[in-house]
């Protein structure tokens, strides 16, 4: 049984580097930077994700976290200059194995995959509780080290996240589905605000917020990410495009059936979501409340819902500038949602009902 015991090196500093590299310390390992970006280890340094690494250090553990054109590479590298294990965080998998694969060095490299992240990007965006409850694909090849594909698991557990074993293949099929068409779609829907008329968008509401934040992380990044998950992502948009077309029937010809048809397996398809601890989906429900534009009120309201008991399952602020009110939603399980309404009303607090 291998021990996780540093030091783990992290090549690329950027936003999921960062984050490794912050959890890793979290959890007391030494932790050596390196980036093409000598700007991005020194921010990644000041933020206390690890130091920069020397010539003379002996990682055990190699995490490359760098844009999926570049992995091959960097992996390769890795695997001929140090004795380590080395995994990726790549979010494509064939790729970067066909890069090493039929290499002597091969059986100390394993895939790997977590699925967090954010539509920012570079060592700013970091953070060490990134992966805490999330996904985190481990995909070894079938000449992957056993001793090497615990270490991974290790490091998976030490980040906060929950391990989910696929073949390369299998993960690239499944994020096709799950991340990259998603990802394309909210581009798609995003594309028709960006000229949109001021008193259109000034209706913008939650609703087209929730559908389009992906959007907006970096084109070129999810440009490689798409191209390199071409196969996949390809059938899944054969599919999208019969679908557009029916919808676009069932709205011109008035089909209410069809396109009832339509929404309900869109229903069906947020209900297969499974919940964020990767369990069955538990209904959830969402408390508004509004809070005063002071300095203090947002800890004071997070104050008064850990008072009430009631676990929060995500948060989300509504905050537009020209209003002295923002609005924020607590998501909670639903048969917890009534006790913090009444509680946090006891309170003073202005629920919206
Ligand atoms: N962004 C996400 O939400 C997310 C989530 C999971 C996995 N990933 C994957 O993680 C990897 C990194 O993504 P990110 O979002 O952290 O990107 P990022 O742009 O924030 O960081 C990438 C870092 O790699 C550095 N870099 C580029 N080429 C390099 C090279 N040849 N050698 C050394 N450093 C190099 C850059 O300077 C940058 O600091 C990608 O492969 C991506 O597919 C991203
Ligand atoms: O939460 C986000 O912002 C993300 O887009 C993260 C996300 C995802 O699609 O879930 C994006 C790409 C990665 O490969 C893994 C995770």
Known sequence: MSELVGPVEIVGTGLLGTSIGLACRRAGLEVLLSDSSPEHVRTASGLGAGRPRTDDDRPQLVVVAVPPDHLGTVIATALRETDAVVTDVGSVKSGPLSAVAGEPRAHRYVGSHPMAGSERSGPLAGSGSLFDGRPWAITPHTGSDPDAVELVEELVRLCGAVPVWLTPAEHDRAVARTSHVPHLLASLVAARLADGPENHLALSGQGVRDVTRVAAGDPRLYGQIVSANAEAVLALLGEVRTELDRVIDAVGSGDRTALQGMLEQGVAGTQAIPGKHGGPVRPMRSVWVSVPDHPGELARLLADAVASEVNIEDIRIDHDPGR?????????????????LTSLESRDWVTHR
């Open 324 to 340: 002295p009110v923002g609005l924020v939603e607590l998501v909670v399980e639903e048969r917890r949602a009534e006790h913090l």
